[in-house]
């Protein structure tokens, strides 16, 4: 198995477990904010883990340090935007704009990095793209203007579109540790407008089913950044992508629908099918028809 679909699927493992399991903090009174604060918490552990097997000493010239800053400053700041918007519009139409991000992530990779891949690699692209909006389209939902929220979720989407196409930059010129350890640093400088963010005047649960599970479901979304930034380090930023993005998700609503024992709708069974057959042709792509 090449190294990039070792750590692509890695990711998509622990990011699908963790998908289906995230919403359980804020269901035992942890708000979003505090939850934020947790992961960027849980960060510190794979950073220094990774560090410190890697053998060689963080980089620090003004390139690395921008480059990894850019990194974790892109990803940590569209979540904390992602909080706001989902409290003032609706998540069945937020969330589907911004499943779309690795469409600018391969726009980016082909134009300045070059990167090709085959007519596989191509189908797969496509039917990964064509599969993510449809996890989260509700039928029936009543009809929203497009107010503020909508333009946050097209900033949330731009912001996580290049933060995939900068990983893979910065790989050419960083070890994966010091991309990973800018990447903790930036979440943990925000997590004071975090903390801000907070309204403390409703309950919160500080007790072990709070936070403690907290953080055991967020070390998961941790790792899988680490093990993402490997995938971009041997892959191309083309097909890791769309295979993490269409994947997760998948493994996600799978796992919901098991534990909820739901069946599927129509827009989910389509979205389903169009991830699987999709993570199957990204999977097999000849690498040699990748290297052009």
């Keep these: ?18 998908g289906a399991f995230a919403g359980l903090p804020s269901a035992n009174g942890v708000p979003e904010t ?17 560090l410190s097997r890697s053998g060689q000493p963080l980089l620090r ?20 935007l992602l909080f706001h918007a989902v409290r003032v519009g609706p998540p069945y139409l937020i969330f589907p704009i911004i499943s779309l991000s690795p469409a600018l992530t391969i726009l ?32 029936d939902g009543e009809p929203t203007g497009y107010g503020s929220w909508f333009f946050m979720a097209l900033v949330i989407l731009a912001a996580w579109g290049v933060q995939a ?3 893979k930059l910065a790989n050419a010129s960083m070890d994966a540790a010091s991309i990973f350890f800018y990447m903790m640093l930036s979440g943990l ?20 089913d709070g ?21 971009f380090r041997y892959g191309k930023a083309i097909i890791v992508s769309p295979l993490v993005n269409a994947g997760a998700p998948l493994l996600t609503a799978l796992l919901s629908l098991l534990l909820a024992g739901a069946m599927p709708g129509p827009y989910k069974i389509a979205g389903i099918a169009l991830a699987l057959t999709a993570a199957l042709l990204l999977a097999v792509q000849p690498e040699e028809s990748t290297q052009r």
């Design 1 to 18: 198995m090449n190294a990039w679909l070792l750590y692509a699927l890695s990711t998509l493992l622990l990011w699908g477990v963790w």
């Design 189 to 208: 400088l925000l997590s004071p407008l975090a903390i801000a963010m907070t309204d403390f005047s409703q309950p919160i649960n500080y007790s072990l």
């Design 211 to 231: 936070p403690g599970l907290a953080a055991v479901i967020q070390l998961l979304n941790a790792i899988g950044a680490l093990t993402l930034v490997f995938a």
């Design 165 to 167: 196409y900068v990983i």
């Design 108 to 139: 980016l990779s082909f134009a300045l990095l070059r990167e090709r891949t085959g007519w596989l690699g191509i189908v797969g692209i496509v039917m990964a793209l064509l599969s993510l909006p449809l996890f989260d389209y509700r039928a």
């Design 61 to 80: 010239d003004r390139r690395s340090v921008l480059l990894g800053l850019s990194i974790g400053l892109l990803g940590a700041g569209g979540q904390l």
């Design 34 to 50: 505090l939850n934020y604060v947790v992961w960027s918490l849980t960060m510190i552990p794979p950073a220094l883990v990774v």
